[in-house]
């Protein structure tokens, strides 16, 4: 019948239905649960309606996995069984290198990653739960975050800590957004019309999480993510990387907790932090554009650490074919690609300004005469998953 996928944030679950072998999605939409002050909300999409949006009463990831099935069925008007239900699991740990059907010992596993991805596994781990109650029988996959970057060679996965944090307590760069990544790297070489295995490529995914990428011969070879999904670049309210002598000295010196620490640089930094404006692009943006100082630097810090990531994984990669721009941010913002690209012609991008203005949707915007090529790709995880669910089941 078709393949559903869902993918379970700590606010919100996305849902995408596909018929069969399809490309398109036939039912989407969301369920947004925001907390005590703000109504829940269904968010529905069908091929060629305008959206609708519905007040709805799910309050955690379990309902909302629930509600997000029941209208997928009501949609399509059918009573018949999913094929099979796909889900994005954020933290595959050591344990799991790529995607595989959920049974029951390994959702006791991804039980115990939950102390790996505190923020992240949980909800996901809720959402299946409710998924075999909704359509028992009907087989689960999980499509780990983390799979792309599983054989990240070991001078990038290894921090130089003592030996022992890696060995005790799993310490290690583990690379996040990897579904998107792997995606848009295909994705790249089908626009290039190029052999994956002859790219050198620089993805970045920019939406509320940020990530960069190296990707050489269709492997991921490093990424700026790392134990966790705050390293790296600059995000809505995340923030990156930050010395880690702030942390302590914070601790030793100010008294803040390792709680108020971690609050503080998940969900109190990045645009948010610097600007005081807003963790959402746009709106700092505007504020920028209105004179906003705070604003204004927050913009530029932004654009400052993606082009250093272009710059060091150039490095790492022996020279570069082309830059993915993708995600909210990456696939919208004309401004932020030019000023990533600005002073970047001496590893070969020249921004073509027209075609980088022209709304551009999986499509080339370098120049024509650009050593390197700069690509801007809707990324989309919601395939990629269904693809993996698609492979898995034919398999079995
Ligand atoms: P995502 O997590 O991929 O949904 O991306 C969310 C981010 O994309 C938010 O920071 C939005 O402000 C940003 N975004 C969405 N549309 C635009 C746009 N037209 N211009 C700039 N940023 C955008």
């Known amino acids: 019948m078709g393949i559903l996928v869902l993918n379970t944030g700590s606010s919100s679950l ?11 999605v036939s039912v989407g939409g969301e369920v947004d649960w925001h907390g005590q002050d703000h109504p829940s909300e269904l968010i529905v999409r069908l091929a060629g309606q305008p959206e609708r949006r519905t007040p709805c009463d799910a309050h955690e990831p ?20 999913f094929t099979a239900i796909g889900h994005r699991i954020v933290h595959g740990g050591s344990r799991f290198r790529q995607s595989a059907r959920i049974d029951p010992s390994m959702e006791a596993e991804l039980g115990h990653l939950a102390e790996l991805a505190p923020l992240h596994n949980p909800p996901a781990l809720k959402a299946i739960e409710a998924a075999e109650a909704e359509e028992p029988g009907v087989p689960q996959v999980a499509v780990f975050d983390t799979s792309f970057f599983a054989n990240l060679p070991r001078s990038a996965a290894i921090y130089p800590t003592p030996w022992e944090w890696h060995e005790k307590f799993s310490i290690r760069r583990y690379g996040f957004h990897g579904i998107s990544h792997a995606y848009c790297a295909g994705r790249a070489a089908e626009i290039l019309g190029r052999d994956p295995a002859d790219l ?21 070879i490093d990424t700026t993510m790392g134990f966790t999904p705050l390293a790296g670049l600059m995000m809505g309210t995340r923030s990156g990387d930050v010395d880690p002598g702030i942390l302590t ?15 503080a640089l998940n969900h109190a930094s990045g645009l948010l932090g610097v600007s005081g404006v807003s963790a959402d692009y746009r709106k700092v943006e505007e504020a920028a554009n209105s004179g906003h100082d705070r604003a204004r630097l927050a913009l530029e810090i932004y654009a400052a650490r993606i082009r250093s990531a272009i710059g060091a994984f150039a490095a790492t990669l022996g020279g570069l074919d082309a830059v993915v721009f993708a995600a909210g941010v990456g696939e919208n913002s004309a401004t932020l690609r030019a000023s990533v690209c600005d002073g970047l012609d001496f590893l070969g991008l020249r921004l073509d300004p027209a075609r980088n203005a022209a709304r551009p949707r999986d499509l080339d915007i370098a120049e024509d005469d650009s050593p390197a090529r700069i ?5 989309r995880e919601d395939l990629m998953i269904a693809r993996e669910v698609r492979r898995l089941v034919a398999m079995a």
Do not use: P, W
């Open 200 to 220: 050198r490529l620089v993805v970045c995914h920019l939406g509320n999480g940020c990530s960069a990428s190296a990707i050489r011969g269709g492997v991921a």
């Open 375 to 379: 690509l801007v790709i809707h990324t």
């Open 14 to 24: 996305k849902f995408s239905f596909f018929d069969d072998q399809a490309v398109e």
């Open 249 to 263: 000295y914070l601790m030793e010196e100010h008294g803040l907790t390792a709680d108020k620490i971690e609050d």
């Open 62 to 81: 379990g309902d909302a996995a629930g509600l997000a099935i029941r209208t997928v069925k009501e949609a399509l008007d059918t009573d018949r069984k």
